[in-house]
């Protein structure tokens, strides 16, 4: 593999999809190629698990959604992933494995190491070089996201993920926070509180270290 792989993590509203655009911006304009890619849902099969995913009822027990993600995840892996880090370029995901350990496990309460184990069987060795982890408060998080679904008036046609209570997303804040400190080599936790501004300026610094590192390239 020649290309690098960076995954973007965190609660709804932390930011993310902002931080991702303007990294692709970045990159590109640095002349590295760069694909953007999601989970759930990229691919064909991965569109019609998000639809699934976010369409259901509440009552979707966790271990089936476990599942349907990890499927979602072996997929996404095989036709865009490693595909594109063989071609050498830059696969910035908005979301991967360590929402499953967040969201699943410490979310929904399945157990930890079995979460790890379904991951690392999904996952096929292809394991980013880096985490970008955004880091809110949810109720600050929350708020914005009921704000963007509002103005985009898809407040009723949104799917269950976003309907979860406070202390949920309290959890999963509190699961990604875990997640980063057994794993500081790959993971970087950033304030998303601040300006997108501010945010952005600290990624590109630290991305740009790992590029320079991991690609043996210099920054033209
Ligand atoms: P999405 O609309 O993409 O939300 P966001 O903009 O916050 O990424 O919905 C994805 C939802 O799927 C999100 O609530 C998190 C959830 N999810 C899991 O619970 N586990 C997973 O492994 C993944 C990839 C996503």
Known sequence: MHGLFITFEGIEGSGKS?????????????????????????????????????????????????????????????????????????????????????YQGYGRGLDLDFVNVVNQTAMNNCIPALTIVMDINPEISLKRSCLRLQQQSMFEAEGRFEKEDIFFHQRVRSGYLSIAKSDPERCRVFDASGTPEDIFSSIAETVMKVVQN???????
């Open 18 to 102: 902002t931080q991702i655009k303007k990294l692709a911006k970045f990159l590109r304009q640095k002349g590295y190629h760069t694909v953007l890619t999601r989970e759930p849902g990229d691919g064909e099969i991965g569109a019609k698990l998000r639809e699934l995913l976010l369409s259901v009822s509440s009552s979707l027990d966790p271990l089936t959604e476990l599942f349907l993600l990890a499927a979602d995840r072996t997929r996404h892996v095989i036709e865009i992933i490693e595909p594109a880090l063989s071609e050498g370029s830059i696969v910035i995901s908005d979301r991967y494995a360590d929402s499953s350990v967040a």
């Open 214 to 220: 991991r690609m043996k390239v210099n920054i033209p």
